[in-house]
């Protein structure tokens, strides 16, 4: 229906345009304007999560990348939101990396040199690497050196060897061989697995839950492992401040909902970026207060999940467009049967709730920047999770909740 999509494409254009980070944070600066809310809020790793922000932290914000490096749009197209840059790097045009990839190749090998990183970004895409775990690898690497359980010439705070390391990783030529089996396969060989920075195999993305509890819990259960798009808590803890991050309250009802509302988002291939306009407007600037919305989410989510409806743009983008109308409860239900599906998959390989854990670093050190000890109180959460999602204390999906969602008879 070409007239109805027209219509809700006007609307949620209007959304992005009045959304503070979708319309000027995100445009002007990209991804990148997140580092100053991780670095001021102790959240940004900093020498494989030894440490949660840097005083040098500044020079890999979008602020300063902006202005020094002459950066421009560079975006998918169309978009609206335009998060994508290049910048003149030495003179040379290359992608403004993203945050992920400042905050994994930079900060957490406590390097802050934007021409060396935007170089390994560009050789990681060449070498079709992800930039996050091949920065949660190296910084593996560089504290085992530290530790005397491997022999590299890699340093925190030095690029010298990044490049070559790289390389070595990409064509499997010597150390590299075992560097490109990532954290968790190097800490097994050569022990260290209280530092290897990942969950389920996958290097954990620039959010240090120790700030983000919720963050936390989603790395922990996530269905692929470390990665911060499965429930985005750190949005809701960290950027938009409507939840306390350093509490467990609410987090494991939060996290299951966003779970199951971006297998949605995802599923529709839209970007996941707009749901900063088209979820948070719903309730934030023009219905209700900052603090009402905080207190609703922290101490009534059944409430707010029942009166707000988060999903109106993408259900009537989705009807528009196939002509098949969803309620909310049917798109919630949707996102339920995907996360659960994977959740079943995984379980049957046996990936069950021993592997929703964290990497003992996140459970057991505090950091330098914390005030008061502090460590991600993972137990705390992780039961209420299972039993709000319907999973056994074993972590695996009940025969009723398959049986609901129609996935298995
Ligand atoms: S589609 Fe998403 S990732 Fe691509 S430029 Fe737009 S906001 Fe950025």
Known sequence: DPESFDRIKKIATDYINRNPWTSQAQRKYGTLSIV????????????????????????????????????????????????????????????????ETVGLLGSNL???????????????????????????????????????LVKTNLKFGSPDGVEEALLDIAHCRGFGAD??????????????????????????????????????????????????????MMVMENFMCFLAPHTTMSKARWTAFFENMWCCVNSLHTCLFTSFAYTTELTIPRFSSWISTLIGMQFMPGILMAAVDFSVIYRKMWQAVTGISISKSEFM?????????????????????????LPARLLTES??????NRTVPLDKMIAKYYRIRGFTPDGRPKPSLLKKLGIAA
Request: aromatic share 8%; charged share 25%; hydrophobic share 30%.
């Open 36 to 99: 100053n809310i991780t670095r001021t809020s102790g959240i940004l790793p900093v020498r494989n999560f030894q440490d949660g922000t840097s005083d040098n932290a500044y020079k890999i914000t979008g602020e300063a990348i902006s202005e020094k490096y002459d950066t421009r749009h560079h975006t998918c197209k169309p978009c609206t939101i335009l998060c994508g840059k290049k910048g003149k790097f030495d003179g040379e045009e290359m992608p403004v990396p993203e945050y």
């Open 110 to 148: 406590d390097i802050y040199d934007p021409v060396a990183i935007a170089r390994w970004n560009r050789l990681c895409g060449d070498m079709g690497m992800d930039t996050i775990s091949a920065g949660g690898t190296l910084g593996w690497v560089m504290e085992a050196t530290e530790k005397g």
């Open 179 to 232: 560097m490109a089996m990532g954290s968790k396969g190097l800490s097994e060989k050569y022990g260290g697995t209280e530092f290897a920075m990942h969950v389920k195999g996958m290097e954990l993305s620039a959010y240090d839950p120790r700030g983000s509890f919720g963050q936390g819990l989603s790395y922990a259960v996530a269905n692929r492992g470390g990665c911060h798009l499965s429930a985005t």
């Open 333 to 357: 239900r949707a996102g339920e049967r995907i996360h659960v599906l994977e959740r079943y998959m995984n379980t049957r390989m046996g990936v069950t709730a021993g592997k929703d854990t």
């Open 367 to 372: 950091r330098r920047c914390d005030k008061k």
